[in-house]
């Protein structure tokens, strides 16, 4: 018979043996089936090198060892350990193990309801310690298959990442959330470790109201470099919601225009006490008010020298109203107008007849700018 190579019996290793032919001849004729399992030359060289070793026993407490043989020392160096296997017990330890029943454990990752095995030798080994928490079976197949993924940091302008681990991943795929979380990368968590919530002045004048400048919108701001915020506290903000901005009439006699009265107007208003709209102009009359001058017209009253102004608000009045400003309105003066405000109208008699005379505020501006007489007779007893 031929010479045959046959595998190492050290599943680790991938070299082989030789059956020689009559070796094949002698292990047939005693009757033996099948293949003979050895090892290879390298391995024999290793093996001699080898003695058995007395290791601990794995439980807590316990005295005793086991043997760790050449053979499994050979195949622990194949796969390149150099220290004995954890866990392994003594003989008593092992018997007492296989007769502890295993235990179903819950799964580590939160929100499964898996469980995985905790069996007899473990639970000897624990010496009645709780044991480590392990996911299930469904969960670690799902977890080797995951990655490790680089996430952006959620602090608006910061350019470093944090890590969105397996396990995270893992957890998060659990309770179905698909979307990838949102938080900070460790320089900035630690930095927000620093900060606190502070109460800001609201931005409204007169109001002494605050609002709540967050740790997170601080640092928000800090690594944007942006200044403190101007805002509005929750009372002004909710009654600048309430309101909306209003077209106004423009205060121009004549003119259809508007202007808006702002929500922030309005506010500043309220706080004042007023309710009603000032009388403003509209942005046509305010451009066009700008190209007027003020002029000097003279008091419409006989006597009088004094003047009185015809405003540009007042000349553009005029001009929408269809009026030609060449020809000057008649009005009276602030001198004139101040002594008819404070005359009072007066009853006289008449020297005569007796009959009552009403003389009028106008009437006694003339007499007061010298054109006409205080009244003496009523118009019966005049002389016609």
Request: with cysteine; charged share 30%; hydrophobic share 30%.
């Amino acid at each position: 018979m031929k010479d045959k190579k046959l595998p190492c019996r050290i599943r680790e290793c991938r070299n082989t043996w030789v059956w020689t032919g009559e070796e094949q001849v002698r292990w047939m004729r005693e009757g033996k089936q099948g293949e003979p399992r050895r090892l290879c030359p390298s391995c024999l060289v290793t093996f001699n090198e080898f003695e058995d070793r007395e290791v601990p026993c794995a439980k807590e407490g316990c005295t005793r060892t086991w043997m760790w043989t050449k053979s499994a020392q050979l195949a622990a160096a194949k796969r390149g350990q150099i220290d004995p296997p954890r866990g392994h017990l003594c003989s008593e330890c092992g018997d007492r193990a296989r007769e502890t029943d295993s235990r179903e454990m819950p799964c580590r990752v939160r929100g499964c309801t898996g469980t995985w095995t905790w069996h007899g030798r473990e639970i000897v080994a624990a010496a009645g310690k709780p044991p480590a928490p392990r996911m299930c079976e469904t969960c670690f197949a799902r977890f080797r298959e995951l990655q490790d993924q680089v996430q952006p940091c959620r602090v608006k302008g910061c350019d470093r990442t944090w890590m969105w681990t397996k396990g995270m991943q893992l957890e998060a795929a659990v309770h179905n959330r698909t979307r990838v979380p949102s938080r900070m990368c460790d320089e900035c968590a630690a930095q927000m470790t620093t900060l606190q919530d502070r109460a800001m002045p609201c931005r409204s004048p007169g109001c002494d109201g605050t609002f709540v400048w967050t740790a997170f919108a601080q640092l928000e701001a800090l690594v944007q470099k942006e200044a403190e915020p101007h805002r509005m506290c929750d009372t002004c903000h909710a009654q600048y919601s309430r309101l909306t901005d209003e077209a106004q009439p423009c205060r121009v006699p004549g003119c259809r225009g508007t202007w808006v009265w702002t929500r922030w107007a309005q506010m500043e208003a309220l706080r004042r006490g007023k309710k009603k709209p000032p009388r403003r102009l509209c942005a046509d009359c305010a451009k066009d008010v700008t190209a007027l001058e003020p002029l000097e017209v003279k008091c419409k009253h006989d006597g009088c020298t004094s003047m009185w102004t015809w405003t540009p608000e007042m000349q553009l009045s005029a001009v929408k109203r269809g009026f030609d400003l060449s020809r000057y309105p008649e009005r009276m003066c602030d001198s004139c107008k101040s002594f008819v405000d404070h005359a009072a109208t007066q009853t006289l008699h008449c020297e005569k007849c007796g009959k009552d005379i009403v003389w009028t505020r106008e009437h006694q501006l003339h007499v007061h700018l010298g054109k006409w007489e205080k009244p003496t007779v009523c118009a019966d007893c005049h002389p016609r």
